[in-house]
T-cell receptor, first 116, second 114 residues
Framework: AQSVTQLDSHVSVSEGTPVLLRCNYS??????LFWYVQHPNKGLQLLLK??????LVKGINGFEAEFKKSETSFHLTKPSAHMSDAAEYFC??????????????FGGGTRVLVKP | DGGITQSPKYLFRKEGQNVTLSCEQN?????MYWYRQDPGQGLRLIYY???????QKGDIAEGYSVSREKKESFPLTVTSAQKNPTAFYLC?????????????FGEGSRLTVL
């Protein structure tokens, strides 16, 4: 079984300040983890992914995430928020195990508001 | 460019009508997925397919049907049995090779029932 919990449904930051989006997961297998961003009325775009290589993962647009197995977390950060970062963000866990049905599980999403 | 194409982007339907949403990918991906997105509810899986001529129900398959006759195509039909079809529909695909597995998404189709 696997699950994903995004701990904040809404996050509000000021432009130029750090952003932290929290994600905890559970998985019976060694998981792959992803962060996606969605702007209004658009599809989801991959920000970054963890697939059992380096635990600190750098993504696009200045985002990065750290995989912490002991804490079962995969939090997303950015040092300095930009107005264009206002969007919804989804944490996703995947087990690439055929026996597990190659299952994907989405978190509930975190909506980010950036104040000028 | 490689990617996923969904059409139409906007669709209006009268109650009692079936509608079909198109999803085509040229990424040579094995698996394809349909998700429904409602405000404040994240993404919910409708159907998925991991191989041609085979597909499985997701969490909210009632009132929907799919086919996978070609690797590139995975159309979704919203039938009149779907009680509340107004939503944003997202199609996605991915390779099932090891060490990959990220989903690639289309731009979505917004269905409104009048």
């Amino acid at each position: 079984a696997q699950s994903v919990t995004q701990l904040d449904s809404h996050v509000s930051v000021s432009e130029g300040t750090p952003v932290l989006l929290r994600c905890n997961y559970s998985s019976s297998y060694s998981p792959s983890l992803f962060w996606y961003v969605q702007h209004p009325n658009k599809g989801l775009q991959l920000l970054l992914k963890y697939t059992s290589a380096a635990t600190l993962v750098k993504g696009i647009n200045g985002f990065e995430a750290e995989f912490k197995k002991s804490e079962t977390s995969f939090h997303l950060t950015k040092p300095s928020a930009h107005m264009s970062d206002a969007a919804e963000y989804f944490c996703v866990v995947s087990s690439m195990i055929k026996a597990a049905g190659n299952k994907l599980t989405f978190g509930g999403g975190t909506r980010v508001l950036v104040k000028p | 460019d490689g990617g996923i194409t969904q059409s139409p982007k906007y669709l209006f339907r009268k109650e009692g009508q079936n509608v079909t949403l198109s999803c085509e990918q040229n990424l040579n991906h094995d698996a394809m997925y349909w998700y429904r997105q409602d405000p404040g509810q994240g993404l919910r899986l409708i159907y998925y397919s991991q191989i041609v001529n085979d597909f499985q129900k997701g969490d909210i398959a009632e009132g929907y049907s799919v086919s996978r006759e070609k690797k590139e195509s995975f159309p979704l039909t919203v039938t009149s049995a779907q009680k509340n079809p107004t939503a944003f529909y997202l199609c996605a695909s991915r390779s099932l090779s090891p060490n990959t597995g990220e989903l690639f998404f289309g731009e979505g189709s917004r269905l409104t029932v009048l």
